[in-house]
């Protein structure tokens, strides 16, 4: 199994619940679908360097996980029908940086 980042890019007038329903959704998703999720961060409502279907907002979900190419394949099917995700990007790393979150708000 190779180690991924998954980022989401959802559509900036969702409401919360949505939001925890498309974070739910693929969490589910990777674990059934012989992949582990190690961890989820939600970076919350970003600007966009430019507008994504007339966007200029959007939230930002990213996963970290353990998969195969089968995990991978139903990610991609289920994003491609998915109207709420606008955009998303998928990275395959050799090691994960599970201590460090980037987008950490700092109190």
Known sequence: MSFYENTLIAKQDLPKSELDNIKDKYNDLINN??????????????NL????????????????FKGNKETLKE?????????????????KYKNLDTKNEYFKKVK
């Open 75 to 91: 990610i991609n099917k289920k994003i491609k029908i998915d109207s709420s995700i606008i955009r998303h990007l998928i990275v």
């Open 49 to 64: 360097a430019r507008k994504i279907k007339k966007y200029n907002k959007a939230f930002y979900i990213h996963f970290k």
């Open 33 to 46: 679908s012989s992949g582990k999720v190690i961890k989820i961060e939600e970076w919350g409502l970003l």
